[in-house]
C-alpha cells in the first residue's frame, strides 16, 4: 500500500515563498516519477513540476524560474520550494507517484491548500 502525505501549505502574501513536502510509505519502483499537481477552484488540476527516477525536470511554463523540485531519496520525499508567489498559484497542491513496470500505477496525496495573497 502507496501512502503520501503533503505538508507545508498555508497563506502568503504576493513574493513570499512556501516549500512543500510529500513523504512516501510503501512500495516505489526503481523507475518512477514524482511530482506536484495543484487544482484551483473551478478549474482542472494541472501539472506544476515533476522529477524522474533517471533526474530529468520538468515545470509548467507558468512557475519555472520560480518553483523548484528536489527529491531526497534516503528520507523518501520530495519538495517543492516556491518562491515569488503571485496570486495565480493559489490552490490545493496534489503529489503524485507514479510507479513504472509494464504500465503505469499512480498515487495521490491528500492535497495541501496554498493561498497567496495580494
Known amino acids: 500500500q502507496v501512502q503520501l502525505v503533503e505538508s507545508g501549505g498555508g497563506l502568503v502574501q504576493a513574493g513570499g515563498s512556501l516549500r512543500l513536502s510529500c513523504v512516501v510509505s510503501?512500495?516505489?519502483?526503481?523507475?518512477?516519477?514524482r511530482g506536484w499537481y495543484r487544482q484551483a477552484p473551478g478549474k482542472q488540476r494541472e501539472l506544476v513540476a515533476t522529477i524522474s527516477s533517471g533526474g530529468s525536470i520538468n515545470y509548467a511554463d507558468s512557475v519555472k524560474g520560480r518553483f523548484t523540485i528536489s527529491r531526497d531519496n534516503a528520507k523518501n520525499t520530495w519538495y517543492l520550494q516556491m518562491n515569488s508567489l503571485k496570486p495565480e498559484d493559489t490552490g490545493v497542491y496534489y503529489c503524485?507517484?507514479?510507479?513504472?513496470?509494464?504500465?503505469?500505477?499512480?498515487?495521490w496525496g491528500q492535497g495541501t491548500q496554498v493561498t497567496v495573497s495580494s
Open positions: 503524485n507517484l507514479r510507479n513504472v513496470l509494464s504500465g503505469t500505477t499512480d498515487y
Open positions: 510503501g512500495t516505489i519502483l526503481s523507475i518512477n516519477v
